[in-house]
């Protein structure tokens, strides 16, 4: 089945500690987009990659680090400089090639300062 | 920069009632996208309907259909004869057709259903 795995489903990060979320997709789409959900909020953009070797800021980029070497993987890591990085995560991709395509999103990771 | 406000952040309904949810934006762009999209308590985001501003017809996708208002900036959600796996959070989210193509999100609306 097509579709988007995010992993872990829980992280938890120790003080001044780097984590690495994962985001594979099997959908052969272009585009992916990792965002932040907190509580009462809606989800915020931190960053998107529209194309491999590519990627820009959202909203909420600063304490976080992606990269995009293979169009079907597009790892995020919250690095020791977000200094509240409790949230839920979810990843999305899309296809650009057909204009009115929705994003997709994985089942998200929880994560948790220890 | 566009911004959605979802006003009601808890509804409730009783089951195989009728309930609307609201959803207003703003925007200064003419081609853009309007989608809601739920989300249960296991968190998946999935999506519901989708309406594209260039078209006049309001989407309708089984028992759920939107209020697009484009002048007015307004875009609810109207569920019909609501089940209890209707119960999630949903979110009304706007896309623009240019740029990055981001979606920028309201901030939820709880839905209750009362059995």
């Known amino acids: 089945d097509g579709g988007i795995t995010q992993s872990p489903k829980y992280l938890f990060r120790k003080e001044g500690q780097n984590v690495t979320l994962s985001c594979e997709q099997n959908?052969?789409?272009?585009?992916m987009y990792w965002y932040r959900q907190d509580p009462g909020q809606g989800l915020r953009l931190i960053y998107y990659s529209q194309i491999v070797n590519d990627f820009q800021k959202g909203d909420i980029a600063e304490g976080y680090s992606v990269s995009r070497e293979k169009k079907e993987s597009f790892p995020l890591t919250v690095t020791s400089a977000q200094k509240n990085p409790t949230a839920f995560y979810l990843c999305?991709?899309?296809?650009?090639?057909?204009?009115?395509?929705?994003?997709?999103f994985g089942d998200g990771t929880r994560l948790s300062i220890l | 920069a566009q911004t959605v406000t979802q006003s009601q952040p808890e509804m409730s309904v009783q089951e195989a009632e009728t309930v609307t949810l609201s959803c207003t934006y703003d925007t200064s762009e003419s081609d853009y996208y309007l989608f809601w999209y739920k989300q249960p308590p296991s968190r998946q985001m999935i999506l519901v309907i989708r309406?594209?501003?260039?078209?006049?017809q309001n989407a309708t996708e089984n028992r759920f259909s939107v209020n697009f208002q484009k002048a007015a900036k307004s875009f609810s959600l109207k569920i019909s004869d609501s089940q209890l796996g209707d119960a999630a959070m949903y979110f009304c989210a706007y896309r623009s057709n240019f740029g990055n193509e981001k979606l920028t999100f309201g901030t939820g609306t709880r839905l209750t259903i009362i059995p």
């Open positions: 959908l052969n789409h272009d585009a």
């Open positions: 309406q594209e501003a260039y078209k006049q």
């Open positions: 999305a991709s899309r296809e650009t090639g057909i204009h009115n395509q929705p994003q997709h």
